[in-house]
């Protein structure tokens, strides 16, 4: 990207409240970025390797995320190392999956290795999609993705390198709802009847008699049947009322309760 377009770029990301900054290729690259006040630097998957120009990022103090496509453990890990022996254990470092291939095939993925990058790496972790299918970065949600990196352009037709894996708006829009939805659906670990459920509570099953029964009678499996909703007693307790006696009249289709037995 034209370096004269940067300066322009970050005042009108700034006008939208929006926090704009850049992937350096090189020492002179970020020295420039530098004289832009950008917030935070991008390394590509190409530049993991790159040990010099990551300690030169590093210097900044600014937060830095690492995309990790093509890189072996090792390699993440002597990135990582490289960052923090020029800062400290304390640096903000992300770490991105990537698949660096263009576009990549949503079988390439490997998005287990999200949760992976967490536990081994301790620091925020998330996605660089090349796919164009938008169910994978809402799955990488799922999975613990906190950053999502995808390619934006008004029109694929239009053509240039990254045509071909980039999303058009509407896509593009239809990704972040899918990433929201996402979001939202992990809620919190819940072995409990949630407030949206409570209405339907009534129509689980329940124990009813199916039968005009007089008082004195002792209940067998006939008069007794597990129906819908739920009025009486839950089904569990079929086998303890069989064998009990009715202390009253009870007509058929009445809910069984405890109060009615002897």
Request: aromatic share 6%.
């Amino acid at each position: 990207m034209p370096w004269d377009w940067q300066p322009k770029l970050k005042q009108v990301a700034n006008s939208l409240g929006l926090a704009l900054f850049s992937t350096p290729f090189d020492n002179t690259a970020v020295d420039f970025l530098e004289t832009m006040g950008v917030p935070a630097y991008k390394i590509a998957s190409f530049e993991l390797i790159d040990m010099p120009l990551i300690r030169r990022v590093a210097a900044t103090g600014k937060p830095v995320i690492l995309s990790t496509g093509m890189a072996t453990l090792a390699e993440i890990e002597e990135a990582v190392h490289a960052i923090r022996q020029v800062q400290s254990e304390n640096t903000a470092i992300a770490l991105l999956k990537c698949t660096s291939a263009y576009p990549a095939s949503p079988d390439d993925m490997n998005l287990r290795t999200i949760p992976d990058l967490l536990s081994r790496f301790g620091v925020p972790v998330g996605l660089s999609d090349h796919t164009l299918a938008g169910a994978v970065p809402a799955v990488a949600v799922t999975l613990g993705a906190c950053i999502i990196e995808k390619h934006l352009t008004l029109s694929r037709a239009d053509g240039g390198p990254d045509a071909p894996f980039s999303l058009e708006p509407d896509e593009f829009r239809e990704l972040v709802r899918s990433v929201r939805i996402a979001e939202r659906s992990l809620g919190r670990a819940l072995y409990e009847c949630s407030k949206a459920e409570m209405s339907s509570r009534k129509f689980r099953r329940s124990l009813f008699i199916t039968e005009d029964l007089p008082a004195g009678t002792t209940l067998q499996e006939e008069h007794v049947r597990s129906l819908r909703p739920a009025a009486g007693l839950a089904p569990k307790y079929r086998e303890a009322v069989l064998g009990r006696r009715l202390k009253v009249d009870v007509k058929r289709g009445t809910p069984l309760e405890w109060e009615l037995l002897q």
